[in-house]
């Protein structure tokens, strides 16, 4: 009966993802399927923790976030949890054998989120390390399946993805990160005289992410290339839509690719992937 108590686990996460984000289940449900339930309890368990820094105001979240860590970590020692989440995750994570400092990195910047408003260029990184790149790092992990050269091969690729990803999220969530939480995640930006020069430089150094990204996008195993593939040109679509529009309407409305547009970016994918073009 312990497997239909992981197999439980592994869909309470892949409930969470199908809630949280039509964008990430649907590019999850175009890897090859091996992936699907590892993938989803990678992102169960980072959605959750943050959850607890940006949702849950009416509650001590230095509490809650304490307790998330301390049982992450004893569920994996333990290799088991009656949390859902992090049963799940745990067995990811020792499957896969995902390291300790990747999900110390993250939850040290889910933590940062808690005590600090804005970034000198040094927490900057940090903070997109841990928040974004980690996280490509993790399903890396389970994209190469144990071959620790193909996964060294493909670090940097996987970073930069996360951290194109990320930056792309601090442009369409100015509104709610700096107006509704006081954050203001790029180094000397002043978020009260935004300017296009300003916004152009932040642009710049994404697209320089973007394309360090798309040459590892093509080298990853078969199975995981269509996936991260729809994801990569989602949110280059995105990031194409705040280029087009000024520095002043990005602050005022979150931006994002309707739903029948990911539909035409999905189908699109499908036939790249299928004449071997990606």
């Known amino acids: 009966m312990m497997s239909l108590f992981n197999q439980t686990a592994l869909e309470c996460s892949k409930l969470i993802t199908e809630r949280y984000s039509t964008s990430f289940t649907l590019g999850i449900k175009t890897l090859d399927k091996k992936y699907h339930l590892p993938i989803y309890a990678i992102y169960g368990f980072v959605r959750y923790a943050d959850e607890i820094v940006d949702t849950f105001h009416d509650y001590d979240k230095q509490a809650l976030l304490d307790r998330f860590r301390a049982d992450t970590y004893l569920a994996i020692e333990e290799g088991i949890s009656l949390n859902p989440v992090l049963h799940s995750f745990q067995l990811i994570v020792r499957q896969y054998n ?39 790092l993790m399903c890396l992990r389970v994209f190469c399946e144990g071959d620790c050269k193909e996964f060294d091969r493909l670090r940097e690729p996987a970073r930069k993805l996360g951290s194109a990803f990320q930056k792309v999220n601090f442009l369409r969530d100015i509104k709610s990160d700096y107006q509704e939480r006081g954050r203001t995640y790029f180094p000397g930006v002043d978020f009260t005289d935004f300017s296009r020069d300003a916004k152009q430089l932040i642009e710049e150094d994404i697209q320089r992410d ?16 269509m996936g991260v593939h729809l994801a990569y040109i989602y949110y280059l679509k995105l990031f194409c839509k705040i280029k087009d529009m000024p520095a002043s309407r990005i602050q005022e409305e979150r931006i994002r690719v309707p739903d029948p547009q990911k539909l035409v970016l999905l189908a699109k994918t499908m036939v790249q992937y299928r004449f071997n073009l990606i």
């Open 210 to 225: 973007f394309d360090d990204a798309y040459q590892g996008i093509l080298n990853l195993p078969k199975g995981a290339r």
């Open 98 to 136: 995902i390291e300790r400092d990747l999900i110390d990195a993250f939850l040290r910047s889910m933590e940062m989120d808690l005590h600090q408003h804005d970034y000198d260029a040094a927490g900057y990184s940090q903070y997109i390390y841990g928040s974004a790149e980690v996280v490509g």
